[in-house]
């Protein structure tokens, strides 16, 4: 029997991003909940070709016994393009962005995302453009030193789940480098760099720059 829609709960949440895409709950005919997001002035053409891209790299790995002795693959999601300018995304539970998690290390070690000194010394770095990469080097990044492998200690502390974790990361991470590189997909930062809790793979979202577009924008003075 095909699953139908039997309802919506009533609470929409609105997203703090720059489109405030609303997070719906379907009710199934199953009874269970199913959450969506509501992206509006988004073109998601491209993340679902994107996902079905992804798919047959999924199947094309499941055959190859190497790969899947190693278990590489890539996380994929549900997007459902209503029209050119909006569209469904499948709410994936269970994960949390990169930039979210190195935050909260930050903090829990008392070291601040952003200050009055990083706000001074970034100001400096504006008036010397040709030295920004040496000073940003030099200057910002001992102020942030490197946590995420802690997460890793405090998010699975048994030994063999730890080692999983770590290896679930670094196989995901590799095979999305990959794929990226192949489609030349950029404007990755820790929010659309998200991680799975409960075995730390990676899952990418919004794939509106394909085949070089950031580089192509960048071209001469950025």
Request: hydrophobic content about 40%.
């Amino acid at each position: 029997m095909a699953l139908m829609i039997a309802g919506l709960l009533n609470d929409v949440d609105i997203m703090s991003s720059l489109q405030r895409p609303r997070k719906i709950t379907v009710i199934g005919s199953d009874g269970k909940h199913y959450s969506f997001l509501c992206k509006a002035k988004d073109d998601l053409r491209k993340d679902a070709r994107l996902m079905e891209f992804n798919s047959i790299i999924n199947k094309l790995l499941k055959k190859d016994s190497a790969s899947r002795k190693r278990n590489l693959g890539i996380l994929t999601y549900a997007v459902v393009p209503l029209d050119e300018e909006c569209g469904l995304i499948e709410w994936v539970n269970g994960i949390n962005g990169m930039r979210w998690i190195l935050i909260a290390a930050y903090e829990a070690r008392g070291i601040q995302q952003w200050n009055n000194e990083i706000k001074t010394l970034y100001d400096q770095l504006r008036l010397d453009p040709h030295k920004t990469g040496e000073r940003f080097e030099r200057t910002i990044l001992p102020l942030f030193p490197a946590v995420f492998h802690d997460w890793f200690v405090e998010a699975f502390p048994e030994p063999s789940a730890w080692l999983r974790a770590r290896t679930t990361y670094s196989t995901s991470t590799a095979v999305m480098a990959m794929v990226g590189f192949i489609l030349g997909l950029g404007d990755r930062h820790g929010e659309n760099i998200l991680i799975d809790l409960s075995t730390g793979a990676v899952l990418h979202v919004d794939f509106n720059c394909l085949f070089g577009k950031v580089r192509v924008r960048c071209q001469g003075p950025c």
